[in-house]
Each structure stands twice: as structure tokens, then as C-alpha cells.
T-cell receptor, first 111, second 113 residues
Framework: RKEVEQDPGPFNVPEGATVAFNCTYS??????FFWYRQDCRKEPKLLMS???SGNEDGRFTAQLNRASQYISLLIRDSKLSDSATYLC????????????FGAGTRLAVHP | NAGVTQTPKFQVLKTGQSMTLQCAQD?????MSWYRQDPGMGLRLIHY???????DQGEVPNGYNVSRSTTEDFPLRLLSAAPSQTSVYFC????????????FGPGTRLTVL
């Protein structure tokens, strides 16, 4: 079983739609959680950190459920420019604060 | 600031050849790391460094060496390339620890024939 699991998608949605991605993690020692965005053939970039109380950044909302060991990302009013792969990233406590990356969920927003 | 730079962008090697992937950052970040990204898998940590002169192995270190003689540079050496090392390689840096925002370079696409 992968340490961080994501539905690979693709999620094909029309502009203006609301879409949600889930991510599950298996290591209960996970400390911090992030969503990164990766455009096709580009490098990953931090989208947002995920806090225990949940957090929002414009059209993006991230939630954390420690009991069930999953995090989610909600995108409202999808734009064409949101088309990308979204990587779920978990930091596990340990000798070097290990980061575990999910394989990503691909989102395609169409007109 | 240029951020994190990587060279080359593309490389084709024959099995058994060696080469060095270059990585440099101008943000004065202590923490630097190398990842490889393969289809259907998340980024996997190869080696990392918490400061000049200090390096350690990550999840998939076999077949790779690193050194960190300066804060800015963190080259990755492939000792004897194998087809299993065909991948996209990303260098990343962050302020202090891995848990802080990782800044990635543009990647190197490596094919080993």
C-alpha cells in the first residue's frame, strides 16, 4: 500500500464547476500536509498548506481529517487555468522530516 | 533571483555512462534535495543535504552520489547509468527543513538507453 494515495483521475469538469480531491495517508506520524500543483512538464509548486482547522485561499479550500487520515482539496468556480496535476504531500516526523508525495490527481477544466 | 536552476534540461545516456546533473539555488537555502519522478508514482527522494558539507541518503539512493561543497550547489552524479534510471529529476531547496515550502528547479529529463 502506498503511503500517500490519490485518485489519479483525470477529473474532467466544465468551467465554473466545483471539484474535490481526496488524499489518504497511512503513516500516523504524519505531521504536516500540503497541496502542490504541477503543470504539464513543469516543476511542482506549493499551492497551500493544510491546517488542522482547515483553511481557505480564494477559490481553494483544504481540509484535514486526522482521525480518518485523509486530506481534501476543494476548488470552486473552476477556471481553465486550474488544469494541472495536484499533488498531496505529507511530512512525516523522522530524522530528516521526510516528505512523502502522492502520485497526483489530474484535473482538466474545459470550456 | 533565479531561484533553483538545473542543467541540462534533457539528456540521453547509454547504459554504463556516467554524468552529473547540476543544481544551483540563489536563495541561501540550507536544505536541498534531489527527487526523481516516474509515471504513476510520487516524487521519491534520492539524496538530501541540510547544509554545506552535510549530505544523507533518501528513499532511493542506489546508483547516485551527491556532494555539497557550497550552500548554492548540489550536483547529482550518476555513477553508471542504467535504463531503470530513466526518469525526470527535480532538485529542490527550502529554508531550513523539508517541511517548509519546497522550491523546485525545472527538472532534467533523462533517458538511459
Amino acid at each position: 500500500r502506498k503511503e500517500v494515495e490519490q485518485d489519479p483521475g483525470p477529473f474532467n469538469v466544465p468551467e465554473g464547476a466545483t471539484v474535490a480531491f481526496n488524499c489518504t495517508y497511512s503513516n500516523s506520524a504524519s505531521q504536516s500536509f500540503f497541496w502542490y500543483r504541477q503543470d504539464c512538464r513543469k516543476e511542482p509548486k506549493l499551492l497551500m498548506s493544510v491546517y488542522s482547522s482547515g483553511n481557505e485561499d480564494g477559490r481553494f479550500t483544504a481540509q484535514l481529517n486526522r482521525a480518518s487520515q485523509y486530506i481534501s482539496l476543494l476548488i470552486r468556480d473552476s477556471k481553465l487555468s486550474d488544469s494541472a496535476t495536484y499533488l498531496c504531500v505529507v511530512k512525516v516526523s523522522g530524522g530528516y522530516n521526510k516528505l512523502i508525495f502522492g502520485a497526483g490527481t489530474r484535473l482538466a477544466v474545459h470550456p | 533571483n533565479a531561484g533553483v536552476t538545473q542543467t541540462p534540461k534533457f539528456q540521453v545516456l547509454k547504459t554504463g555512462q556516467s554524468m552529473t546533473l547540476q543544481c544551483a539555488q540563489d536563495m541561501n537555502h540550507e536544505y536541498m534535495s534531489w527527487y526523481r519522478q516516474d509515471p504513476g508514482m510520487g516524487l521519491r527522494l534520492i539524496h538530501y543535504s541540510v547544509g554545506a558539507g552535510i549530505t544523507d541518503q533518501g528513499e532511493v539512493p542506489n546508483g547516485y552520489n551527491v556532494s555539497r561543497s557550497t550552500t548554492e550547489d548540489f550536483p547529482l552524479r550518476l555513477l553508471s547509468a542504467a535504463p531503470s534510471q530513466t526518469s525526470v529529476y527535480f532538485c529542490a531547496s527550502s529554508y531550513r527543513l523539508a517541511g517548509n515550502e519546497q522550491f523546485f528547479g525545472p527538472g532534467t529529463r533523462l533517458t538511459v538507453l
